[in-house]
């Protein structure tokens, strides 16, 4: 056996405890994993900053994994240059120092890679140094757009980029059709883990669309690209036909590639302004985003946001019993379907004044699809059964 890879052995009905050398616990398909208790894990990836859904997804599988490891945190490059050029200069001589120091150990890199130029040449630095040292390198892919940055670079580059992409062991990937963004590296191997819910509170029955006025949902970034400006029109166009809407607004103005941060909070604030069904509340956490999700009827996310793969914000609200409306992006329909609501056209206004009506038309169907989708969330997208498969991806063989 490899001396870089951790030990696996199949033994049933013993304690999951840790003994004097080895730790081992349960996988998904009940197998007992035993695996060197001196196997050291290097997290890296966005701990801090910006609240995403790849943060969210690092932070869980990072402070629930109980063995020895250190954390490298991505800072995010808009930041201060003197301060994030330190940053990195720290984190890269520690990540050496640490290699060093555990050059005997069994060692892992569990990574979540970007897809920018900076990003990149930041990632190659672990992979590659990491591969000198023989750890096992995971990679955990979050958005569906590597194949893009690949393509659009120069053929030098794409060399380099697959040069370091070729001595990665493994990469996680959100859905089934997501392997196609690593095709073309045959050594790699592939696996599939859903993203999940996280640090929701338990409830009881929830009962949608039991009031008149209908309350929809915006939570995640405000993007252009994640179509929010086409919501705040639809509804408006909704209302005006006679429809008991309301709009709750949640996340932070982000810039893309179609309007700065500053422009997109100028238009919201310039469409919201004049309407009292409309409504900003900024970035939620924790009590206050578990209670929007609990008393909301339907879930909006009209995204067509070129890296989007399997948003965590649409698993939350169907944890909270919401309907869906979102669109045939990506590789949304892999998980979401007319089933768990209404799947729209992208980048149309009309679409989703168009679903806005059916709803309020047919609401007993609505109902429904609620109890359905907390069904789903809580069988296929627990945290538990989460933070087991990647341990168990991180500690095998």
Not at 83 to 111: D, G, Q
Not at 229 to 258: F, M, N, T, W
Not at 287 to 294: E, R
Request: charged share 20%; with cysteine; hydrophobic share 40%.
């Amino acid at each position: 056996m490899p001396e870089k890879y951790g030990h696996l052995c199949s033994l049933r009905g013993k304690s999951a405890s840790r003994g004097d050398s080895l730790a081992h616990h349960y996988n998904n398909s009940g197998q007992f994993i035993c695996y060197e208790i001196n196997m050291f894990v290097f997290f890296v990836g966005p701990s801090s900053g910006k609240i995403t859904g790849q943060s969210v997804a690092f932070n869980l599988i990072y402070k629930n994994y109980k063995g020895k490891k250190s954390l490298v945190d991505y800072l995010d490059f808009s930041g201060s240059k003197c301060k994030v050029f330190l940053h990195y200069f720290l984190s890269m001589f520690m990540f050496v120092a640490l290699n060093l120091m555990y050059l005997l150990s069994v060692k892992v890199v569990y990574i979540t890679t970007s897809r920018t130029y900076l990003g990149f040449f930041r990632d190659s630095f672990f992979i590659l140094v990491g591969w000198l040292f023989r750890a096992k390198i995971v990679n955990h892919l979050h958005g569906s757009d590597f194949l893009y940055f690949r393509n659009k670079q120069p053929r030098f580059i794409q060399s380099i980029i697959d040069f370091v992409y070729n001595k990665i062991d493994i990469s996680i990937v959100l859905t089934e059709a997501m392997k196609e963004q690593y095709k073309a590296y045959e050594k790699m191997r592939l696996l599939v883990v859903s993203n999940c819910y996280s640090g929701l509170t338990e409830f009881g029955n929830k009962n949608i669309l039991q009031k008149n006025e209908i309350q929809f949902v915006y939570l995640s970034n405000l993007m252009y690209s994640k179509g929010v400006l086409h919501l705040i029109r639809a509804v408006k166009q909704a209302h005006e036909a006679g429809v008991p809407v309301k709009l709750i607004l949640a996340g932070a103005i982000c810039s893309d590639e179609y309007y700065s941060e500053n422009e997109l909070s100028s238009l919201i604030d310039a469409e919201i302004s004049t309407v009292n069904y409309i409504k900003y509340v900024g970035v939620v956490k924790g009590k206050q985003k578990n209670d929007l999700l609990l008393n909301t009827d339907i879930f909006v996310l009209p995204t067509f946001y070129r890296s989007e793969a399997q948003p965590i914000s649409i698993i939350e609200a169907m944890y909270y019993g919401c309907a869906i409306i979102t669109t045939n992006h990506n590789y949304l329909k892999d998980f979401v379907n007319n089933e768990h609501g209404i799947i729209v056209e992208k980048e149309s206004q009309q679409a989703l004044s168009d679903a806005i009506n059916l709803i309020h038309e047919n609401k007993t169907r609505f109902i429904d699809v609620s109890e359905s989708n907390m069904k789903l969330a809580r069988t296929f997208y627990s945290p538990e059964n989460y933070i087991q498969r990647i341990t168990d991806i991180i500690t095998e063989e």
